[in-house]
């Protein structure tokens, strides 16, 4: 594939599928590329529909195929959130501490014993020629309650994996994306244009 737009502002994130999808798309635009491109108002109830949205619209205002993901922590002690909410889960201007902060904050009444946690990713590939795909990726982990690593963004510092004895954090970007909820859906659609 020549170009792929990925519908977002999110550096961290782009640098992570560029690595992934080395080889097999040339050239991958973000959507902070394209100032003209207006942000997507993501009002889904699932991570789904948000990232159906987001992909439908800079598909169609620019007519390239694009890539949309919806992401996100669910915590089990808090009956899913911050779900769809976890970049703006202290409000629409919240930044990574602020969120870090409040999910602490939520938890501090919560038994370390119970504080499960799962990294959720959903992914939307859509098309000018009507393709539609989902994939998903899905993570365990445990929140802690002191964030540890320089690596990442978001929840990781505060996310211990599964298996690991490392925050999403302090992991390698190369063992991270191997892991992580988004490198999973990411290998799923990397599986798909290698099939088409």
């Known amino acids: 594939m020549r170009q792929l737009l990925v519908a977002t502002r999110n550096r961290g994130k782009i640098k992570e599928i560029k690595a992934l999808l080395s080889g097999l798309v040339e050239e991958v635009l973000c959507a902070a590329d394209l100032p003209d491109l207006p942000e997507t108002v993501e009002d889904g109830v699932t991570f789904a529909e948000n990232a ?13 195929p694009v890539l949309a993901d919806d992401s996100g922590l669910v915590v089990d002690a808090l009956n899913g959130r911050p779900g769809v909410f976890s970049a703006r889960f202290s409000g629409p201007d919240a930044d990574d501490a602020t969120n ?35 994939f998903e990726g899905r993570v365990a982990g445990t929140i802690i309650r002191q964030p540890r690593g320089e ?21 390698p970007l190369a063992e991270k994306n191997r892991i992580s909820h988004r490198g999973l859906a990411l290998r799923a659609f990397r599986n798909f244009l290698a099939g088409n």
Request: hydrophobic content about 40%; aromatic content about 10%; charged content about 25%.
């Open 52 to 64: 159906l949205k987001k992909a439908r619209e800079a598909c169609y205002i620019t007519g390239l």
């Open 100 to 134: 870090n902060r409040r999910l602490l904050d939520e938890l501090a009444l919560v038994p370390d014993a119970d504080s499960e946690a799962a990294f959720v990713c959903c992914l939307a590939f859509v098309t000018s020629d009507g393709t539609e795909q989902l």
């Open 151 to 171: 690596h990442g963004f978001g929840y990781d510092p505060l996310f211990l994996v599964d298996g690991y004895q490392q925050t999403m954090a302090e992991l």
